[in-house]
């Protein structure tokens, strides 16, 4: 920078000094007291696009994303739509056979080996059980009541009256023991335990049985069902009864 002054040239030197401060850049995804974002990503737009019958997410401004391996066997998955993949699996344990009913035998429970879930998922799983129809335990010949409750969908202590009725209960580390109780087996004598919590299935409504906000373990989480039957103050028609039962397990 030059200055003249009275025809004499004056230089004039200016010296800059720079302090240079370093902060900590911080990122976390974001999240509240309920909730929280698993990933998340800055980007100039994005969104659900939806027809009868698909449904595609998209993202725009993410750089090098996509799925890369290496010959070592890793696999890499950039960008946060391509690292969303989560492992669930449900192991059934198979047919339940209950004790059969007669003219001395008037109740009779069954349970079978634990269903089993297994997820890597952070937020973890949702586990239900649903059956085919309404009054789902039949045969050729009639069918028994699913089991009624006196506050419909909660709940209770096993009691029929004047009925022949089939319900069911659960439990294991993830069943809600407020919900159904709280012991660790379906009863004795054929008997339905009276610490366990019964309910009547709903047909094709699914029913929340277990659930768990985390991962499991290694091994999973096993959720046991037990059924129940009984013929209070009448005889059911004599019969081979079955039921078709399905779970299901979701991530969340």
Do not use: H
Not at 126 to 151: G, V
């Amino acid at each position: 920078m030059l200055f003249i002054i009275k025809n004499k040239l004056v230089k004039i030197s200016f010296f800059f000094c720079f302090l240079l401060i370093s902060y900590p850049i911080f990122a976390y995804v974001g999240g509240s007291n309920s909730y929280r974002i698993q990933s998340d990503s800055f980007n100039v737009g994005g969104a659900d696009q939806l027809s009868n019958s698909y449904k595609m997410r998209d993202s725009i401004g993410e750089v090098a994303s996509g799925e890369s391996t290496s010959s070592g066997g890793y696999k890499l998955k950039s960008g946060y739509q391509f690292m969303q993949e989560v492992y669930i699996a449900l192991a059934s344990p198979g047919n339940i056979n209950m004790s059969n009913l007669d003219l001395t035998q008037n109740t009779s429970i069954g349970a079978g080996n634990a269903w089993n879930v297994k997820t890597d998922n952070p937020a973890g799983y949702i586990l239900t059980f649903k059956t085919d129809k309404a009054n789902c335990l039949e045969s050729a010949a009639d069918e028994f009541t699913d089991y009624t409750e006196s506050t419909s969908g909660a709940p209770e202590t096993w009691s029929v009256n004047n009925a022949y009725e089939f319900g069911f209960s659960v439990y294991g580390n993830d069943v809600s023991t407020s919900v159904w109780g709280s012991d660790t087996n379906c009863g004795s004598s054929n008997v339905p335990s009276s610490n366990l919590k019964w309910l009547g299935f709903k047909g094709t409504t699914s029913i929340t049985v277990s659930n768990s906000n985390s991962r499991t373990s290694i091994s999973g989480t096993d959720t046991v069902l037990c059924v129940a039957a009984e013929q209070k103050n009448i005889y059911a028609p004599s019969g081979n009864y079955t039921a078709d039962i399905t779970a299901t397990a979701v991530t969340q």
